[in-house]
């Protein structure tokens, strides 16, 4: 088979061992891979990577003891591996293993899972749609839910990448009002077509008041910042109404400056850290990319594995949401 391989800003292709079955651990053919933010990483480092790639859909083609997954069956991958023992585990919250076995990439033709990490795709929901139920939705959807967001809530969204584009079509299928920001004018226009109500430049002087503005002076009630952008992070902070509840989704492995008393315990304000949703979840997926009519607008390339350096070459040039890579053409 085929595999992506990245670094130093390249990617190609090289050939890899066909995986093999073995008890809880079935392979699937992949149909669709998308790009993921934290690709980049692997993208731009100054050696080479293998084993990336954590989001897809696809069909099982070979078992060896699975109990509950057979050939044919379509399927979306989740994006890591689990013990399936630990208390995390069983609650559906796998991301927070501390006992992961190792786990090989979807970036490639064919992939070993563990069957019980692999969702059920319905037959009505097709292979692109389907590649969205990962980095696509679900770190927004736990976020959201997190937040208690509702047909009543007011939800700021700062940064407008694909895992903050899902937070805007989520929350709009929430039927809430969302505030969106970003640096980026594509972005921008991209989260208007899915439904924002407001889309504001996250550089322009003044954009804190505008929210406020925009919220009759209070803030905000809840915000989710998808950027891991110290500037967006302090934004969707600052902007919080009184007893407002925030969200950090993005990426961001330094700090930002935080005042206990100033920032949280005078405004009773709560903050939540969502990685990814619980797998009891997965339904409410499905029934999204049935329902949202412009769930398709949160994808904008698909890209063959043949033209895999003009895929992340796109993605870089964040001008685009979710690049879908095909493993077959």
């Not at 509702?150 to 809430?176: D, H, R």
């Amino acid at each position: 088979m085929k595999q992506v391989v990245l670094g130093n800003e390249r990617a190609w292709l090289e050939d890899a061992p066909d995986p093999e079955p073995s008890g809880e651990w079935i392979v699937v053919r992949m149909t669709r891979t998308p790009i993921c933010g934290s690709d980049m990483y692997a993208f731009r480092a100054r050696e080479t990577i293998y084993g990336g790639g954590h989001e897809g859909v696809g069909e099982v083609v070979a078992v060896d003891g699975a109990r509950h997954r057979r050939p044919g069956d379509r399927v979306a991958l989740n994006g890591s591996s689990g013990c399936g023992t630990c208390q995390s585990c069983l609650a559906g919250d796998y991301i927070l293993c501390t006992a992961k076995p190792p786990f090989s990439g979807h970036f490639q033709h064919y992939v070993r899972i563990q069957e019980w990490l692999c969702m059920p795709l319905p037959a009505d929901i097709s292979w692109d749609l389907g590649a969205l139920m990962g980095c696509g939705l679900c770190p927004a959807f736990e976020a959201l839910k997190r937040l208690g967001v509702t047909a009543f809530s007011t939800v700021l969204v700062t940064g407008l990448g694909p895992v903050g584009l899902g937070a805007v079509a989520l929350a709009k299928f929430l039927n809430a009002r969302v505030i969106a920001a970003d640096v980026e004018p594509w972005r921008r226009q991209r989260a208007e077509e899915i439904g924002a109500d407001v889309v504001l430049d996250a550089a322009a002087e003044g954009v804190l008041a505008a929210v406020r503005d925009l919220t009759e002076g209070r803030g905000v009630p809840a915000a989710v910042d998808c950027s891991g952008n110290p500037a967006a992070e302090r934004l969707a902070l600052d902007a919080l109404a009184p007893r407002g509840r925030l969200a950090f989704v993005g990426e961001n492995l330094g700090t930002i400056e935080v005042s206990p008393s100033n920032d949280l315990i005078r405004r009773d304000v709560e903050i939540h850290g969502a990685w990814h949703f619980n797998l009891n979840d997965a339904h409410h997926l499905v029934t999204f990319l049935r329902r949202f009519p412009q769930a398709g607008k949160l994808i904008s390339h698909t890209f063959g594995f043949t033209q895999v350096q003009e895929a992340f070459d796109t993605f870089a040039s964040r001008q685009a949401a979710k690049v879908l890579l095909d493993p077959w053409s």
